[in-house]
């Protein structure tokens, strides 16, 4: 991207903005229409529309200074960022929920998520495992898979017929 954020139609560019980030590692949408974008320090919101920079979420506002690796958006518009080093967090309205080893997460490197059919949450974490988000009583459950593999997770992801598949750092899937 050297740097920017490109909005094509087709085969043209229709806008472009210049992102002041080294990285962009992530990318997410809200019901808005604006566009996520995690970078190295956090997240930077643009109007999808014309690619204005709207926010800035890091440390400072109660977000994280490290990698935003994930974007997600659930069934109720909150936006979930998984982060590299810091856990998880979820952003209901105008102020973050966190979910780290301290309130119940397997670890506090998130390489990614995934939903199930009652919009539960699993997260994997590198050095941690997998831990499931039961959005009915929003509570934290860790979920042990030892007897596969002591490994932590390095990806997730849901099919459309619903099943969840797990990449461990073990090369097991």
Same mark, same amino acid.
């Given at each position: ?51 204005? %920079?709207?926010?800035?979420? !890091?440390?400072?506002?109660? &977000? @994280? ?5 994930? *974007?997600? +958006? ?55 495992? %997998?831990?499931?988000?039961? !959005?009915?009583?929003?509570? &934290? @459950? ?5 007897? *596969?593999? +002591? ?23």
């Amino acid at each position: 991207n050297k740097g920017f954020l490109l909005k094509t139609r087709e085969t043209q560019i229709t806008a472009r903005q210049k992102i002041h980030a080294a990285a962009i590692a992530s990318i997410g949408a809200d019901n808005d229409g604006n566009i996520w974008v995690g970078t190295q320090r956090g997240i930077h919101v643009f109007d999808a529309e014309n690619l204005a %920079l709207k926010a800035v979420y !890091n440390a400072s506002n109660g &977000l @994280s200074d490290n990698t935003v690796t994930y *974007i997600y +958006k659930d069934r109720e518009g909150n936006m979930w960022m998984a982060t590299d080093g810091d856990g998880l967090f979820m952003l209901p309205g105008q102020m973050f929920s966190r979910y780290d080893k301290n309130t119940g997460l397997a670890g506090n490197v998130v390489m990614g998520f995934a939903k199930d059919n009652r919009n539960n949450l699993y997260i994997g974490t590198k050095e941690g495992g %997998l831990t499931r988000f039961n !959005n009915h009583d929003k509570k &934290l @459950s860790v979920i042990s898979y030892s007897h *596969i593999t +002591k490994a932590g997770i390095n990806c997730i992801e849901r099919n459309t017929k619903g099943n969840i598949y797990i990449g461990t750092l073990d090369n097991r899937l």
